[in-house]
């Protein structure tokens, strides 16, 4: 199975055909090799956040005054 690239600028969209391509790869079973092997469920959890709250951002209520003269 060849490897397909495909180069989109900005704004652009892929034909018909590309994306036929890409749906029919998503089904395609994942193959796992030394440079990518499958990680394990121990693995995986390192990625995961020890303490959720650090990962939510925070959000907190500001007021700016404007000059009149910036805003027009």
């Given at each position: ?42 693995e ?29």
């Amino acid at each position: 199975m060849a490897t397909v690239t495909m180069t989109l600028k900005a704004g652009d969209q892929p034909t018909k055909e590309k994306l036929e391509e890409i749906r029919a790869a998503a089904g395609r079973p994942i193959k796992f090799t030394d440079d990518a092997p499958e990680l394990t469920d121990e693995e995986l959890a390192e990625f995961m956040p020890a303490n959720p709250k650090y990962y939510r951002p925070i959000k907190e209520l500001t007021f700016l005054r404007l000059d009149s003269v910036l805003v027009d």
